[in-house]
């Protein structure tokens, strides 16, 4: 494993254009497939490093401005080394999110035809999430280990042979010069990853489309057990996106909670609710409030519909009468 | 009974100072001796009405500019009479609320021994309030009912004789010209009575020391528990200083909330927590914010406690991150 | 005032038979017309007293075995004089709830033409009650206070004279040979009120149609709040028919709450939530199961209903599973 | 990959003695070494089958009796194939969960030196989870993938040479002939696993220190929000020991909640809450109730403490007095 002798670089708070961007590599996997969606991310340097921890060090150090790591996966679900390192190690901000499909592809050399293949050389899990596919195509098939589905491809490109195949992303077959011999093998086309860019400093003006994330502690002297907790984003009309109970690793029994919520801790409503949570409930750690990906939801606390437009006028009209 | 025949004046709103002020009568109740502990108040013109309905009525009217009325005894719990009129009937709100202690006096013409006393009159709760001094003082005495304690007081004065004594207001003392036989009689020396000040139009600014009161009405098409609604306020921390169920009367089951709570419609918390009420759990009736009696209590949400100052200035320095 | 010279007698538990009941007189009260509504309550030896504290003092010492007293009036509200007493002084057991409508008639001497009144006499509040009748009757009449409907109806039979005419019950007329002038005079005649029957001892058996009446206090070392003591109720769908926020005279700001619920302490699911709301929320004082007043309401949880049916078959296979 | 072309067999529910158990293989994983500690499993005939789905499939299906697969690990979080095929796909019943710590072998041919080792190879996770030991013990080491660490064992023993370490199991040095070269070289000597033992029928009867799995979803008809449905569980003091939201693969934003809880579905307690959930809430699928793992932990809700013994006796004084 790599030590990671990095200069330290300026972060990219204030007015500083982020210059380095670290990620999960090799190259052409599905973290800088995700990544290249991004265009002021892709316009960066791309330091590839060989695991998230890696990854999220290097920007904790300073050593690259923006981190860009897996944080969920809807087949896999959470991302816990991403997580944990958010939570209980480092101090990052989460500046985006991307939400990217896993599309797998079979890739082979250039002079092979898909009735010559008798291997199939793939991470565990990419292989596993294949397995209908590969079933219905090759029957039996020997089904070997590489430690990404990008190493696979660099080493097929590098010394393979016209018996194997590799399971990997459109991009690696580019980056490796190899052939698409099939696309969307994956047995769940709906599968996405998500994807977060953290930094040391900033956290992204509020678009009107946000998420907050947070982690949630039990305080030893104010037991404020999670209803407590979830009343205060109720009472709020605060809708949480994800939440998860987690143990801290101080102690069996010691968890806490990473919840994401939609808003901005600009909105007084998001404050003013992560405000009390902290002086009532429950130690918080802020992970970063940031645009929320896809299309805009449905607003949050329904200020679109009748009875919440009726709300506000009513109050709206009482006020009016403040002497 | 007297109707009403009042040339409306202008109401109190805006910059008009108020010129008219409706209780309830006659000269020399508890309402009146609490009236003019209010400076401002007692330099209005005064209006004797004879029930607490006609004293609302007017002020809605516009009869008179200010209405004044027992809302509350620590004895002998709400005024119904008053609650109804404000929630269901009339469209008024409150501007004060006054807290007045119910000293309990005796009575009698200025040729009156205390010894000669065969019988007392007064309203039937004073006298039943009184139990434990007649009791010691008299032993066997009749007890004669009138319509109210200044009545009592008025009646003696005009048609009474040395026999009889009445129980009332040191008020009603002054202004009939009897004599203070013996003070502070009432049984429970801690009963007080909280009367409001109530007018058509006009929220007084907040002090920084204020009220809210309301009433909730559940959604035929929203069946929005109690829970619902309280926690609401508890989620913002917003003290509940009186609660009570009562019957609609539109119908057997169907229920609303008096509620009264810590704050003014000006602060954005309450605001923000009625509006959450109002669109999601409940049709609230706003009956006014207005400065709390007595001193200054403990700081609502704790803002002194060293936690939530804590928090104040945790979310503080989140959002100074905000790019 | 009277003493009490009474001889306790044994209470009611257990298999003895009651003999006396007490109520607030005199004869021809509200409360002897709705106790004479009950064909048991009705055989007892009767014994009338001046207020509502002698009469559940008299029960609590055992000089009757069953004490009846108004709890609730649809218009006057809590009978604060029977919560505080069975809330904070005595140690009595609800056994049953009687509602009876308000009915007031006027009553007057036979030889009495109403064209001839010119004043009438009643307790105050039956007075206001009856205010649209006697307005729109006699225009102008003098009122006169009388210390109970009762005491006017029995002081006209004997003292009074034709131009006399008094609001009181359909019972005083019999009891006190006067004539019925006019019925359901009251303004409002929805107006009922609720009286309950208490003991020393013994809780009814369950009959699937029962109240139970609490009245819980904070614990100074366990601040549970109100939102916290009717989660315990919300969550297992045990209804309220009544709660009233109310001071508990000790000193400003300490207060209690009255509650009233559907279901009988013998059910595992009411036994379950007091002992629940006992031992982590506040402290708790009893005051009765007993059937419910009134027809079969609605069954309390919704066992009728459908979602509820299902989810009890589902538990029901589920736990036909276990080995 | 293999077919499962298994004979059913009868499943153990009723009087039925299981026979046969299927488990993650191949031989040697950490898997079977947790089913290992468990006698009455170990003593069952052993079918590996090569991925978690198959394994839960083939229990689904009769082939085999009793189905044992990780839930959670405490580093990698929730193994969701495990999850999401009880929760979604198939209908089995959890029968126990095993806690096993996770430890890491260094295992090597017999005539291999420590000194010698150009490579080590593993499952990635395994390889990532020994960073730290392999940093300080090799500088610089090749690290190849493996299917699983059992694999890699077996394919050191058939094919491999003294340059090659594999990690793995203890377990593994032993079927596969291999000699440990290093024990406990994991970063995270805390880690453990969870696994569970699965069947198509039966719940284990209570035992005092049991555990219950779900997942709620959303009704469509009744929004029914998370906070509601904890209430439930928080009114009736039953703990839960682990919480997680999930996408239920049907549509973004559609929503469960794996739940696990402290309590078994015969007790009155948990049963009655479940119900209130599937009636009021949320659909709940119910996945088992069974013994605990570990020690005798804190009494759910407090039964030994003060509070509750004070509670019980209350209320039982009460119930004693109904007649």
Redo the contacts between chains.
Sequence with gaps: ?LASPYEPVQPI?GQMTPERIAYLGPAGTFTEQALLTQTDLAGLEHVSLP?I?EVLEATDAGAVDVGFAAIEN?????V??TLDALAFELDL?IQREVIHPVEMCLLARNDTAIEQIERVVS??HA??QC?HY??KTFG??E??????TA?AARELSENGNGATAVIGTELAATTYGLQLLARHIED?P?NHTRFVAVAR??????TGHDKTSIVTFQRADRPG???NI????????IN?T??????T?REL?DYC?FIELEGH??D??V??C???V???QAL?R?LG?YPAA?EQ?ETTR?EANE??G???R??DE??A???
Tied chains: 1, 2, 3, 4.
């Design positions: 494993m708070h695991t921890q809807s087949i896999e679900g959470a816990n080394a901000l991470f565990p292989a596993a397995h590969l079933a039996q098939v089904i070997v280990a590489a430690n990404s190493d769940h709906e400093e900033g956290i992204p003006a509020p057990s999670l209803v979830l009343q205060e984003f109720s009472a709020r009309s949480l994800h939440l998860q109970s987690r143990p690793k029994g909670f801790v600009a007084e409503r404050a003013d992560l405000k009390n902290q002086a009532k918080v802020f409030s896809g939801a329904g009875a919440w009726d709300a506000e009513w109050i009482i006020r009468r403040i002497r």
